[in-house]
């Protein structure tokens, strides 16, 4: 499964690229917001930064709802860099614009996807990723993680390559049930990632073996 991290903090981009696990980036309006990033030219700059940070693919969303205005945006910010995924939300003229760009071999990534259908949809049109929000469902009481379950199966039945990239992901836990169900990404926060760092044994095994280790070598 592909590590991403669901940020524009540069900071905590460049840890998790340090850590060597990460696969790539995800953003959106309200993540570049929390930045302080504002205005068309900075947040360009910005997903410059981004692009200079990582290897991997870095989503960057479009502000247009229309079709004309979704494909203008999208390929200036393609244009960025190679590492740049169009990111459109499902709505109908996202599902134009992303067959659009795969018939222009522009990587997109649908958002904001809530159902089975609405990842059909998407994989139909050709997108590169589809974006389930997990989190977000559970917090309205419904199965966050049931929904890529059965993404996972319907993709499987019919071999589309379309990715699924578990967004919203809120916590560690997220992350293992993505792995176990099969999704191919999952994308959150630095502090779900470095969770999956922590166990009580692995501390009071190496506090031991270090406690060993200077016994014998005082
Ligand atoms: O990847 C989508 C993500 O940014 C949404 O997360 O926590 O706002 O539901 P959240």
Same mark, same amino acid.
């Not at 997903?47 to 247009?64: F, H, P, T, W």
């Not at 009071?204 to 200077?214: N, R, V």
């Given at each position: ?5 669901? &940020?524009? /903090? !540069?900071?905590?981009? %460049? ?9 790539? +980036? #995800? ?12 205005? %068309?030219?900075?947040?360009? $700059? ?12 870095? @989503?960057?969303?479009?502000?247009? #709802? ?18 740049? +995924? +169009?990111?459109?939300? !499902?709505?109908?003229?996202? =599902? ?6 795969? &018939?222009?071999?522009?990587?997109? /990534?649908?958002?904001? +996807? ?16 589809? @974006?389930?929000?997990?989190? *977000?469902?559970? $917090?309205?009481? &419904? ?8 993404? *996972?199966?319907?993709?499987? /039945?019919?071999?589309?390559? #379309? ?11 997220? =992350? ?7 999704? $191919?990404?999952? &994308?959150?926060? !630095? @502090? @779900? ?26």
């Amino acid at each position: 499964m592909k590590f991403f991290i669901d &940020t524009a /903090n !540069l900071e905590q981009i %460049k840890e998790a690229q340090e850590l060597g696990v990460l696969d790539g +980036v #995800t953003t959106n309006p309200s993540l570049m917001a929390k930045e302080g990033i504002t205005g %068309k030219q900075n947040i360009l $700059d910005h997903y410059l930064k981004i692009c200079e940070l990582v290897e991997g693919d870095v @989503s960057a969303e479009v502000i247009a #709802t229309d079709f004309d205005g979704m494909v203008a945006e999208g390929e200036e910010l393609a244009a960025l860099d190679s590492k740049i +995924v +169009v990111k459109l939300p !499902l709505i109908e003229d996202g =599902i134009k614009a992303a067959k659009y760009f795969s &018939t222009k071999g522009i990587k997109t /990534n649908v958002t904001l +996807v809530f159902s089975v259908g609405q990842a059909l949809l998407a994989a139909k049109a050709g997108a590169t990723y589809v @974006s389930p929000f997990i989190g *977000r469902l559970d $917090d309205i009481s &419904t199965d966050g993680l049931n929904l890529i379950a059965e993404i *996972r199966q319907v993709f499987d /039945n019919f071999g589309f390559e #379309t990715e699924i990239l578990a967004a919203s992901v809120r916590h560690t836990m997220h =992350i293992v049930d993505c792995a176990k169900i099969g999704a $191919d990404v999952m &994308t959150g926060p !630095l @502090s @779900s990632i470095k969770g999956l760092l922590k166990h009580p044994l692995t501390d009071i095994g190496l506090e031991k073996f270090l406690a060993d280790y200077k016994k014998g070598n005082a």
